[in-house]
């Protein structure tokens, strides 16, 4: 088999399970993405590799960086403190364990509402900085999956213009 095509398909691979870490965070997201597509345009070269990957390594720089812009600045709003957030990371990774598939998310949620509640002491106003930063953590994954998945179909445009004109 040649050369290209095999890495094309493992960085088509790589592409997709970084897809899927943008919105499960046990697996490599953004990161994952630019890399691949780099590694993609230097093994491949060519004009089609390197303009596709440097367009979808910027649309990936750009989900990665919106994500952790809107969820700190939620954070900052809300004045939560890093230990809430290491505590809630913690039950969310119990969470995980404890419920498949889902416990990851429902576990951070639980954690950051207790964490919350136990540092304000005022249900409350725990539950509305909770439900803003869940809100914000949202949206910023939900902005950094599509940003990843534009730079995969842009990757998809790069390899069949690199495929056609080769």
Do not use: N
Request: overall charge positive; aromatic content about 8%.
């Amino acid at each position: 088999m040649d050369t290209q095509i095999l890495v094309s398909i493992i960085a088509g691979l790589l592409l997709v399970v970084s897809v899927a870490g943008t919105v499960y965070p046990v697996l490599p997201g953004s990161l994952l993405t630019i890399l691949t597509l780099f590694g993609w345009a230097w093994i491949l070269g060519g004009p089609a590799a390197w303009t596709c990957a440097g367009i979808g390594m910027a649309l990936a720089a750009v989900g990665w960086s919106a994500s952790a812009v809107l969820t700190g600045r939620s954070m900052k709003r809300q004045q939560i403190p890093g230990g809430t957030i290491l505590a809630a990371v913690g039950a969310g990774i119990a969470g995980m364990f404890l419920i498949p598939v889902v416990g990851l998310f429902a576990g951070f949620g639980v954690g950051l509402l207790v964490a919350e509640l136990v540092r304000r002491r005022d249900l409350p106003a725990a539950l509305r900085a909770s439900i803003a930063t869940l809100k914000a953590t949202g949206l910023g994954i939900l902005i950094e999956f599509g940003c990843a998945a534009l730079a995969g179909s842009v990757w998809t445009i790069g390899l069949i213009w690199h495929f056609a004109t080769r």
